[in-house]
């Protein structure tokens, strides 16, 4: 087994379900500390973050990751046990082997080599990772971000290690994400007899027709970079359970995935505005998971594109497609940022996997980069 095979296995092996870190972290720390790396823990409430960092000068390479996963499902699902790492016909199935603990192991063994040979390397690198990326994520990254920024601490590049990839590793990679913009909303009716509705105020019959206008809103036509704003409606709730009551209420849940062209209170005005036109009696929670962002060009692109090239023989894809990720909580510090990683055809499914000869390539390349951008020579 090679070296990255055998800490991917390792880490399946904890099962570390959001927000849990089953000492994930620990066993990274043993790894990199020996290697001049300072360990320091930046925990909130429930969370665990670690921050281990190599040096003091500029430029600062951050490795970004997760150690938690999404939970398995059901277990006779799976063809072999989800925290037992299984090989079969070149595949390694577990838990998070694609997101993202083969994207951790890859980049600690690329580290280990970069230094091992490198060890007066220019700049500092440093490996940032969490327990709360799976969840809510209100106490890992965006914490650990407002304690880098109280000290005036600044990362230059920041390296992702979500499964990005489509077809082989390293054929796409994410120079930005979309926005996400959850809501909840309530709609206030009159509870009644359906016999009667004179007496009563459907609040489902009255939210329909603004329903429809959310639905069939053109948000904006999307970019260069960006697809279309796209809204979607997640869930609708009402009603007792009776069949023969008026509810007196409706929950309706929606998000809105937004690009660059909108921003937050864009977005809400025109909402509220397709609401009040409709006459509703509604109140609305709103909540920001996170701000679109984008790389466009630099050092960090360069780096990668010319990394993928040589490790692999092809070009790269820039893309912003997919959910979100951490790199929204650095993005705005003034870090290039990107997502590099595993395929991502099995995350968050039944015997979830990763390519064993992929995590070679994927380590490979991370190496390249860190020549590529801190090598003195």
């Known amino acids: 087994m090679t070296q990255t095979l055998e800490l991917l296995k390792d880490l399946i092996r904890r099962e570390s379900i959001t927000p849990l870190d089953a000492g994930c972290q620990d066993l990274i720390a043993s790894r990199l500390t020996p290697l ?3 360990d320091e823990r930046l925990d909130f409430v429930d969370t665990q973050n670690i921050y281990l960092k190599r040096g003091t000068d500029k430029p ?42 083969g994207g951790i192991a890859a980049f600690i063994t690329a580290v280990e080599r970069f230094i091992a040979k490198h060890p007066n390397h220019q700049g500092s690198i440093a ?69 009667y509705p004179e007496l009563a105020d459907n609040p489902i019959h009255r939210f329909a027709p603004a329903l429809k206008a959310l639905t069939e809103e053109v948000w904006d036509n999307g970019n260069a970079f960006f697809p279309p704003t796209s809204l979607q409606v997640s869930n609708i709730n009402a009603g007792t359970g009776a069949e023969n009551i008026i509810p007196a209420s409706v929950e309706v849940q929606f998000n809105l995935r937004f690009c660059t062209e909108l921003t937050e209170d864009m977005i809400k005005q025109r909402v509220h505005a397709i609401f009040d036109k409709h006459g509703l009696n509604y109140d609305v929670e709103w909540r920001l998971s996170g701000n679109p962002f984008l790389t466009s060009g630099g050092a960090l692109i360069d780096a990668t594109h010319a990394a993928i090239k040589t490790v692999t023989g092809f070009e790269t894809i820039d893309d912003t497609g997919g959910g979100t990720s951490d790199g929204r909580f650095i993005a705005p510090t003034g870090a290039q940022v990107l997502e590099l990683g595993a395929l991502n055809a099995s995350i968050h499914k039944i015997n979830e996997h990763i390519g064993v000869a992929d995590l070679e390539v994927l380590s490979d390349i991370y190496e390249q980069m860190l020549v590529l951008l801190l090598l003195t020579g």
Not at 77 to 85: A, E, G, L
Not at 94 to 101: F, N
Not at 133 to 162: F, M, P, S, Y
């Open 36 to 38: 001049g790396f300072h």
């Open 127 to 195: 490996v940032l990772l969490t327990s709360d990326e799976e969840g809510i994520a209100t106490n890992g990254v965006v914490k650990v971000v407002e304690v880098l920024e109280q000290r005036k601490e600044k990362i230059d590049w920041c390296l992702v290690g979500e499964p990005s990839s489509d077809k082989k590793i390293g054929d796409v990679i994410r120079v930005g994400r979309r926005g996400s913009l959850c809501a909840k909303l309530t709609v206030q009716g009159v509870q009644g007899h359906v016999a």
């Open 60 to 101: 600062l390479f951050v490795f970004l990751g997760h150690t938690d996963v999404v939970p398995t499902g059901k277990l006779e699902s799976w063809d072999s046990p989800p925290f037992k790492p299984t090989i079969r016909d070149g595949q390694l199935y577990g838990r998070g082997a694609a997101d993202m603990k």
